[in-house]
């Protein structure tokens, strides 16, 4: 698996393509991504996912925490992304 780390991303423009990795590899559409984020008690509408993924700027800390728990990041890896 990919990590999303903040420190390996010079731009919020790198810090997203790091998120969009984090999904890839997981291997992972916006809809399984919304029941994996329902199932451990978030919110992670397929919309909301395209939005942020598309954006150039940077997601909240805590959109960033639910999405890359249901990418399949551990605590330690929810930590440091968000």
Do not use: F
Request: hydrophobic residues 35%; glycine residues 10%.
């Amino acid at each position: 698996m990919t990590d999303v780390d903040p420190a390996r991303a010079g731009t919020s423009e790198e810090y997203l393509l790091l998120l969009r990795q984090r999904r890839e590899v997981a291997g992972l559409s916006y809809r399984q991504l919304e029941r994996r984020a329902r199932r451990d008690g978030g919110s992670l509408p397929p919309s909301t996912v395209a939005t942020m993924l598309r954006r150039s700027t940077l997601p909240g800390p805590d959109l960033i925490a639910v999405y890359v728990r249901a990418c399949g990041g551990g605590t330690a890896e929810v930590a440091l992304a968000s």
